[in-house]
Nanobody, 116 residues
């Protein structure tokens, strides 16, 4: 059974850092990503990474966030630096086996709150 479990969220002051982790079970995903959803807003893709480590980021987090994965541990990470109040959201880990399909495996999320 495939499961994704996020951890590492919390409350941090603006300018601070957090590192999110996602522990996956099952086979290694081809692609994984971090999404976030703030109250009253649509879910957005924050960063994604391929099975070989190619990455891409939303413009709003470029230069501040870094996505990485450890296939040996079947884990995904998101290092978040220079956090801003607008980064406040529930953060979700997601994975997929088919690169041409939507993400179909999701974690339950971890809350990140950035105070000003």
């Amino acid at each position: 059974q495939v499961q994704l479990v996020e951890s590492g969220g919390g409350l941090v002051q603006a300018g601070g850092s957090l590192r999110l982790s996602c522990a996956a079970s099952g086979s290694i995903f081809n692609a994984m990503g971090w999404f976030r959803q703030a109250p009253g807003k649509e879910r957005e893709l924050v960063a994604r990474i391929s099975s070989v480590g190619s990455t891409s980021y939303a413009d709003s987090v470029k230069g501040r966030f870094t996505i990485s994965r450890d296939n040996a541990k079947n884990a995904l990470y998101l290092q978040m630096n220079s956090l801003k109040p607008e980064d406040t959201a529930m953060y979700y880990c997601a994975g997929k086996y088919n690169n041409y399909a939507p993400y179909d495996y999701w974690g339950k999320g971890t809350q990140v709150t950035v105070s000003s």
